[in-house]
């Protein structure tokens, strides 16, 4: 039976001395090999595949990743667009500080790095929104760096495969992980057995040992498997611990103007950072007195059926409340500055909206239009 690892005992190489060569094997029998982003050198492609798919399913991300590549084909192209052009081509992916991050890096790789993306972990680890585990993918990918990746992915195999008990997230247990997993590298072998590693790693994760139901049998490493042969694939990895998740509460004006709606544009950090939505209060009284701001009658009227947010950490209860114009009114707001705009939901695509709002506008064309 393999022995277990705890987090502080992981400082030597552990007792798979074939785990580099068995995993490459079975990735070029079994592994994916039809990604978009795969079967290229190319470091805009994979970098931008890397982050995109941190925290997202691949299914998810291949037709993201499609429009991304036909509007900005390389990294100049990415640098140069507007980033509310980036935002709205991200909206309803999610995590949208990638997004922010995403047109930093591309400006910084232009105007630090003369447009090439630099070869060495370390470089890539010092532009924004690249850490540690995404540098050494786009360094094994693009260069046949020999670094080692640490993803959700790659910690689940790890902590079954070798017993590492502890939550991954938390500091010690995720410094132990960094120690095995770069034991692990395979020490000699040619530029493609480091890629086949590195995508086996992230393969075996994706496509077998899944979170909910692990196909062991089918796994390269189930007879060495310390949560196969002990039956603990549910407990390791160890969940994160529980804590109870807030919510929170506030309340959008939907402000009618003929076929447009006024969308409002949000600051660059936080929650929806750099995104258009809906204007927000704290109350219904706050909410009527924006609506006075921004032209409307002061009667905030028609409640719309409220919709639920679960992000990370909190979950957001949205009261969406309708209004009118006031044409009458000389006290009228002119919009159409930077920060805020009339917007015909036809053309909504071409604004960042956060996936709730835009779910909210799509239930309102029919009436609005």
Not at 76 to 103: E, I
Not at 262 to 273: A, C, D, F, Q, V
Not at 349 to 358: C, E, I, Q, T
């Amino acid at each position: 039976m393999p022995s277990r690892i705890t987090p502080a005992a992981v400082t030597i190489a552990p007792a798979l001395p074939d785990f580099s060569a068995r995993l490459i094997a079975w990735q070029r029998q079994h592994g994916r090999h039809d990604l978009p982003w795969q079967n290229t050198r190319d470091p805009y492609r994979i970098w931008l595949s890397e982050i995109m798919l941190q925290q997202t399913q691949v299914s998810t991300v291949i037709p993201y990743y499609a429009r991304f590549l036909a509007r900005f084909p390389d990294v100049a192209a990415l640098a140069a667009a507007p980033v509310d052009d980036v935002m709205a081509l991200w909206a309803g992916l999610g995590y949208y500080s990638r997004a922010r991050n995403l047109h930093r890096c591309a400006q910084a790789v232009v105007e630090l790095h003369g447009g090439a993306f630099p070869a060495s972990v370390e470089a890539l680890a010092d532009l924004p929104g690249i850490g540690r585990s995404t540098a050494a993918a786009i360094a094994s990918f693009a260069f046949g760096a020999r670094a080692t990746i640490l993803d959700g992915n790659v910690k689940r195999v790890l902590a079954r495969v070798f017993g590492v008990d502890g939550f991954p997230g938390e500091k010690r247990v995720e410094n132990a992980m960094w120690t095995l997993a770069e034991s692990l590298l395979p020490v000699n072998g040619s530029d493609d057995d480091v890629s086949a590693y590195t995508q086996g790693l992230m393969d075996l994760g994706a496509t077998l040992c899944v979170r909910g139901k692990p196909d062991c049998a089918r796994c390269p490493f189930a007879a060495d498997c310390v949560a196969n042969v002990t039956g603990r694939q549910r407990a390791l990895p160890a969940a994160r611990p529980k804590k109870a998740i807030p919510t929170r509460r506030t309340w959008m004006l939907v402000l009618r103007n003929g076929d447009e709606v006024m969308l409002e544009k949000r600051p660059p950090s936080g929650i929806w950072g750099g995104l258009w939505s809906l204007p927000e209060a704290a109350d219904e009284t706050a909410l009527a007195e924006r609506a006075r701001d921004f032209g409307g009658d002061g009667a905030v009227v028609s409640p719309l059926a409220p919709l639920t947010h679960t992000f990370t950490h909190f979950r957001l209860d949205i009261e969406p409340r309708l209004a009118e114009l006031d044409r009458a009114s000389s006290a009228h707001v002119a919009l159409g500055d930077a920060e805020t705009a009339w917007v015909a939901l036809r053309n909504i695509d071409a604004y960042g909206v956060p996936a709730p709002v835009r779910k909210l506008l799509d239930g309102l064309q029919g009436t609005l239009i």
